[in-house]
C-alpha cells in the first residue's frame, strides 16, 4: 500500500454505505459547490456515528482528484474548532467522496439577507471564520502556512450552535512560514469577485490574498448582500467609506440596533482587507483582534466604554469581571487584573495610566534542550508561578500593547528573595549585568544596576531602562547577562509608569521668618520682635563650636549649629569629629579651602572596606525635641571619575543590624528613544530611592544616610553607622562630614 494512503487508511468508509444512506446519490443535495452536490446522511465513522455532510467529486465542477486527495490531507493535518472537521473518505469505483461534519445551519452565504441574523451574531460568525484562517495562516512550530485560495462566504459553514466553520480546502497550499511574505507562483483560482486582484494580476500568491478575499466576506456580512451582484461591489463600498458613507449601504435590517462604535470596529478591518497594497493589509491574527473590539462594542453597548478598555476587556477578562459601569470597571482594573490567558498583570492608577507586568513564562526565551524551573510556592500573582535563574544566563522577549501613550514609563525587573527571613528592607543590592538585543544595528552597551526597590512582601523592582510609550505595541529583547546568584526567583518584567521627579538640589534656604511671639501685649510684642529678627539671623548663618579640652581640640573635634526655616536646631559634624578614623583603611586628612572645619577625610581605597563608621557621640539634647531628623553624608567625588563605578554603599546600624543603601554617584539608567539604538545614560526621571545624592549650594555633594525620631528628653544617641563599599570602587572621595537636620 503507498505509504501516503496508509497515513488515512483508518477513515475509509465503504461506497456501499455512503450509497445506503443517500439512496444511490439520488436524494436532493444539501448544497453544492466547486466540488459537487452534497448530500446529508447518518453514518459510522472514525470518531462514532452522527449525521454528516457527504460531497462527492463532480468533475464537471472544475476540480479533480489532485483537489480531492489535498483536501482530505488539509483536513486531516490540520485540525481547529473553526475548520470544518475530517470524519472519512471513499476511494471506490472511480467514486470520490469525502464525509465531513454536518453543519446543519448551512452556509454563511445564505443568511446574509436574514434579518434574523442579528449584528452581534454577524460578528461572531466572522470572528469564528478569522481564527479559523489565522490558525491556517500561522506556522504552527512547522515553518509552513497554510493559504486557502478559495475563501467566500459560502465556504462559511454554520453548526446548530452558528459557530462558523471554513471548509473547502482543495484549492488550499502550503508554503514556507518562516519568512515575512510567503509568495507562491501559481495558477490564478478561486471565485470572481473574491480573488485578491493582485493575486490575478501577477499570479503571485501571498497570504494577503487571503485577507483580500476574507474582506470581500466582511462586507458581504455587513451590507447583506453577495458582491458583484445587483450593482454592489468592492470597489462600491470603498467609495461610501471613503467618503463616510456607509449607512447607505449597509444592510438596512441592521441599522437601528447596531452600536456605532461597533460599526466603525468592524468597517475599519474590512476596509483595511481590501487594500489595493498588499502591504497595507492586516494580517489575520490583527483582524482576529479588531473583531474580537467591535463585538466587545456591541455587547458592551450600555456602558459607552473608551477604546482602551474595550481592548483590555478583549484580553480573556470580559467574563470574570464584575461591574455595572465605567466607574466600577476602573475600580476593579486599579486593583489589577489578569490578561493574555493569565500572563499579563494590567492595572491602572488614579490618573488612569495603565502599567503591566508581563509574567516569565511569556517572555523567557527558552533555549532548546535545557530545563526551565518555575514554581506556585512564592505568591506570584501568576498561576504558573515565578522562574529561578538556576545561576545562569537568560534571555527575554517583551511584547506588550497596553501602554498609555505620552506616559513615561521605567522597565523593571520584578523578583523575590526567597531566603530572607527577618524584615525586609528598602532596598536590595543585586547588580545585574543587561543588554538590549537590536536585531538592525547590533548588541548595544552592557548596563549594570544595584539596586532593587522593596515593593511588599518579600518582592523587589530594579530598574533597568526608561522610555516614553507612543502608544504603539512595545517589543523588546533583554538579555540578562550576569547571575542573579540562588535565592532570587523572577516573577517577570514591568513596565511602570512614572511620577516626575525633578533633578533636586539641597540648597541652604536662608529666606526664613522667625518663630512667632506669643506675647499678648502688642507694645511689647513690637518692641522685641527686632531684637528676635538679629538673634534668629545669626542663628541661621551657623556658628562654630569648639569644644574645650585640650584632647578634642587636637582633634579638631568641632561642630556648626544652625536653625532651619521653621526654628528647628540643626547641627554639621566635622569628619575629624564624626568618623572613627583608626577603623579606616588607608586614609589620609587634607587641607580644604572650601570646608567649613579646615581638614578633609580623602579615601584611597575603599572597596570591601567600610567608607566611615560615623560613631554615637551626637545626643539628642543638641537637637529639638519630638522632631523627625534625618543624617546626611556631606562629601565630594574626586576629580578623575573615569574609573568610578556606581555600585551602591551599604548604610548598617550597628545597634539593630538594620541596613539600607545608599548612592555617593547618581546610577546610570539607559533611556530608550523612538529608535533602540539612541540609548542615552541620562534619566528621564529619577528613580524614587531616598539614598540619591543631592547638590548642595555650597559646591559639596550629599546623601541622607538614617533617619530618626528626637524624644521629649534629653537622652539619647544616634547609633553607630557603618557604611560599607562591597563591589565597585570610590578612591579618592572626600569626606567633609555629617549634617543632621529636620525633614
Not at 436524494?27 to 466547486?34: M, Q, V
Not at 435590517?253 to 502591504?279: K, N, W, Y
Request: charged share 30%; proline share 4%; glycine share 6%.
Amino acid at each position: 500500500m503507498d505509504p501516503f494512503l496508509k497515513e488515512f487508511e483508518h477513515l475509509r468508509i465503504p461506497l456501499k454505505e455512503i450509497k445506503r444512506v443517500t439512496n444511490n446519490f439520488r436524494n436532493k443535495p444539501i448544497g453544492s459547490g466547486g466540488f459537487g452536490n452534497v448530500y446529508e446522511g447518518e453514518l459510522s465513522h472514525s470518531k462514532g456515528r452522527s449525521h454528516v455532510a457527504i460531497k462527492r467529486l463532480d468533475r464537471k465542477f472544475g476540480q479533480g482528484e489532485p483537489e480531492f486527495w489535498r483536501e482530505i490531507m488539509m483536513l486531516f493535518r490540520y485540525s481547529h474548532e473553526n475548520l470544518i472537521p475530517l470524519l472519512g473518505f471513499c476511494d471506490e469505483d472511480g467514486e470520490k467522496v469525502i464525509v465531513t461534519e454536518l453543519a446543519s445551519n448551512g452556509s454563511l452565504e445564505s443568511h446574509l439577507s436574514s434579518r434574523d441574523l442579528t449584528w452581534e451574531r454577524r460578528i461572531k460568525i466572522c470572528l469564528d471564520a478569522a481564527k479559523g484562517l489565522s490558525y491556517l495562516h500561522d506556522d504552527k512550530g512547522t515553518h509552513q502556512r497554510v493559504i486557502h485560495r478559495d475563501l467566500k462566504s459560502a465556504n462559511i459553514l454554520l453548526d446548530d450552535e452558528w459557530k462558523a466553520k471554513v471548509s473547502d480546502m482543495g484549492l488550499a497550499k502550503v508554503g514556507p512560514a518562516n519568512q515575512e511574505h510567503t509568495a507562491l507562483f501559481t495558477e490564478v483560482v478561486g471565485t470572481l469577485g473574491y480573488v485578491d486582484p493582485v493575486y490575478a494580476e501577477t499570479s503571485v500568491l501571498t497570504k494577503e490574498s487571503d485577507v483580500y478575499s476574507f474582506g470581500v466576506v466582511l462586507l458581504e456580512v455587513l451590507c447583506g448582500k453577495l458582491c458583484n451582484r445587483n450593482g454592489f461591489s468592492v470597489a462600491t463600498w470603498k467609495k461610501s467609506y471613503i467618503n463616510k458613507k456607509t449607512h447607505e449601504i449597509i444592510f438596512q435590517g441592521l441599522t437601528q440596533p447596531m452600536e456605532m462604535t461597533s460599526l466603525e470596529a468592524f468597517s475599519d478591518i474590512a476596509f483595511q482587507c481590501v487594500e489595493e497594497s498588499r502591504e497595507k493589509r492586516p494580517t489575520m491574527s490583527r483582524v482576529v483582534e479588531q473583531l474580537e473590539m467591535a463585538l466587545l462594542f456591541e455587547q458592551y453597548r450600555g456602558l459607552k466604554l473608551p477604546k482602551e478598555y474595550v481592548i483590555i476587556l478583549n484580553k480573556n477578562v470580559a467574563t470574570s469581571l464584575k461591574y455595572k459601569s465605567v466607574e466600577e470597571l476602573k475600580l476593579v482594573l486599579s486593583k489589577g487584573v489578569l490578561l493574555d490567558a493569565d500572563k499579563t498583570w494590567f492595572s491602572i492608577n488614579d490618573k488612569g495610566e495603565h502599567s503591566v507586568l508581563i509574567s516569565m513564562d511569556e517572555c523567557l526565551i527558552r533555549e532548546a534542550g535545557k530545563d526551565y524551573e518555575f514554581s506556585t510556592k512564592y505568591n506570584s500573582r501568576f498561576p504558573v508561578g515565578t522562574y529561578s535563574t538556576l545561576d545562569r544566563k537568560f534571555k527575554t522577549r517583551v511584547r506588550t500593547q497596553f501602554l498609555t501613550p505620552n506616559i513615561t514609563y521605567t522597565i523593571n525587573l520584578v523578583y523575590k528573595n526567597w531566603f530572607s527571613s527577618g524584615p525586609f528592607h528598602s532596598e536590595d543590592v543585586i547588580e545585574i549585568e543587561y543588554k538590549l538585543d537590536d536585531h538592525i544595528h547590533g548588541e548595544t552597551k552592557t548596563w549594570t544596576t544595584y539596586l532593587g526597590d522593596h515593593r511588599g512582601n518579600g518582592w523587589y523592582a530594579v530598574e533597568l531602562y526608561q522610555f516614553t510609550s507612543d502608544g504603539t505595541p512595545v517589543n523588546l529583547d533583554i538579555s540578562f547577562e550576569a547571575k542573579l546568584y540562588s535565592g532570587r526567583v523572577v516573577e517577570g518584567i514591568e513596565f511602570q509608569s512614572m511620577e516626575n521627579v525633578e533633578e533636586g538640589q539641597a540648597s541652604d534656604d536662608h529666606d526664613i521668618q522667625p518663630p512667632p511671639v506669643s506675647d499678648s501685649d502688642g507694645d511689647i510684642k513690637d518692641r522685641v520682635k527686632w531684637k528676635i529678627k538679629e538673634l534668629y539671623s545669626i542663628f541661621r548663618q551657623r556658628f562654630l563650636i569648639v569644644d574645650g579640652s585640650f584632647f578634642k581640640r587636637l582633634f579638631n573635634n568641632r561642630k556648626w549649629y544652625f536653625l532651619d526655616k521653621n526654628g528647628k536646631k540643626c547641627l554639621m559634624i566635622s569628619a575629624r569629629a564624626a568618623f572613627r578614623v583608626r577603623k579606616i583603611k588607608k586614609t589620609s586628612w587634607v587641607q580644604s579651602e572650601n570646608s567649613r572645619f579646615g581638614k578633609v577625610l580623602m579615601i584611597k581605597v575603599i572597596k570591601g572596606f567600610p567608607v566611615a563608621v560615623i560613631q554615637n557621640k551626637i545626643k539628642y539634647q543638641a537637637l529639638s525635641p519630638q522632631t523627625k531628623y534625618a543624617c546626611y553624608l556631606v562629601y565630594k567625588l574626586p576629580e578623575d571619575r573615569s574609573n568610578l563605578q556606581m555600585a551602591p554603599v551599604e548604610v548598617r546600624v550597628r545597634s539593630t543590624d538594620d541596613k539600607q543603601y545608599v548612592y555617593l554617584v547618581s546610577p546610570q539608567i539607559p533611556v530608550i528613544r523612538q529608535k533602540v539604538d539612541e540609548i542615552t545614560h541620562k534619566p528621564l526621571f529619577k528613580p524614587k530611592i531616598k539614598g540619591l545624592p543631592q547638590q548642595r549650594s555650597d559646591a559639596w555633594m550629599e546623601v541622607q544616610v538614617y533617619e530618626f525620631h528626637t524624644t521629649d528628653t534629653t537622652d539619647g544617641f544616634i547609633p553607630v553607622l557603618r557604611l560599607t563599599c562591597y563591589s565597585g570602587d570610590l578612591e579618592g572621595l572626600i569626606l567633609q562630614g555629617v549634617e543632621i537636620r529636620p525633614i
